[in-house]
């Protein structure tokens, strides 16, 4: 690789520092994104009230079901390339640069398509109140249409991640934005467009921001230099990041496809419950991203290590990412749960959305750390090429728990007893998770029984 001044060397010298150097601008990211979401949730609270309200929160789950089976490809963009790093192989690294954007195309497509077509079917299923579904439906019509912006946004900064540089995404989020808040105000507050307002708001900002990323990696001298005229090298490498990726994006779906039950179950409580749940989530999504972005910073530190053959910086990267992760995220969630109607003030000021709302945050956000476990161990095992594995056992722990336990939920059962099923499953899925981790570990990271398995092409599911 050539040099790169926005590049960390992840395979010498103290691990803490630089992963909390890598993890930082990643942790910025995703809080500034989701206070970006939040504005949308705040702006239609105060300026087009609950029933607007209600409709932006009931797309929450619906938006993550639609891409996140592309979003979880960016995983496999991220482990492969900088395995390649690991092993010195530039070659490798361009033709995989190629591959992400042909697959950006791809996925663009696709998405735009099967989005538009699933828009209505989705709400219906979900029984949307019929009071929020046409402003729901022109909400989520808008922001599918902008999806493929998105995704280009997202596989350029997993690109960019697998050399360490995650100050550049950082930036170019700032701008885009700057660019959402000023025009959810203009559109909602000016214009009166309500729900449609922050969609377009959305939409246009995150053009912004997949410009800005395009621009980067256009303009980039290293290895990971985005060159248009070389895409037809990506082809080769497109089935070694589908490996890694798709059983990423195929757990994340899953999983969105679960919560997507849950607000089914939600729904029957009317649009009160609704738009208290969607006041909540968003504290939720923030504690999350500090959970994320320290998995983000694991699987790129260990796939560059594990290519390099330093199966012992491997496990200590495994041991600092249980321990950032879990300590900042219990943080944030008791300072949020104990200050619970300070916080949630900043979206809605109406009673019968706060009750709700306060349960969420109650039994949902306080318990949120258990999930650190296996989401560690999990990036980790992507990292050594078993993508499939806790793919399998985030399926079932969390997901498929969550669908028994909405069908056999007692029609006049609380509120409250609906919200525990996310500490129960994520207790679950750790404890799993832990038994799988164990073994594998065991297995890949003894450097006295494992061959120096350096190559790309060794990443492959065999588990």
Known sequence: ????????????????????????????????QQSFNAVDVAVVGRFAGSHALAAVGANGPVLGLIVNLFLGISVGINVVIANYIGNKNAKGVRASVAASAVLSIICSIILLVAGQLVARPL????????????????????LVGGMPFLIIFNFGAAILRSIGDTKRPFFALIAAGIVNVALNLFFVIILGMGVAGVAWGTVISTAVNAAIIVAILVREKSDIKLDFSNLRTGFSEIGKICRVGLPAGLQSTIFAFSNVFVLSAINTFGSFAVAGSATAINYEFYCYFVINAIGQTAVAFASQNYGA???????????????????????????????????????????????YALQRIHYVLLFQWIACYYEMAGQIMRALGRSMTPALITIFGTCVVRLIWVAYFPANAPFYRLMTVYPVTWTLTSILMAVAFSALSRRMLNEKSVENTTKIGYIEENA
């Open 123 to 142: 709400l219906e299923l979900l029984a949307t109140p019929q009071e929020i579904m046409d402003e729901a439906l022109e909400y989520l019509r808008i």
């Open 1 to 32: 690789m050539k040099n790169n001044n926005n590049e960390i060397d992840m395979l010498r010298g103290p691990l803490l520092s630089k992963m909390l150097l890598f993890a930082v601008p990643l942790i910025a990211s995703g809080l500034l």
């Open 309 to 355: 053959g330093q199966y012992d910086r491997v496990k200590r990267i495994f041991r600092l990412s249980i321990l950032l992760s879990v300590g900042l995220s219990a943080f944030l969630n008791i300072l949020i749960a104990w200050q619970g109607e300070f916080f949630l003030s900043a979206f809605t000021q109406d009673p019968q959305v706060l009750v």
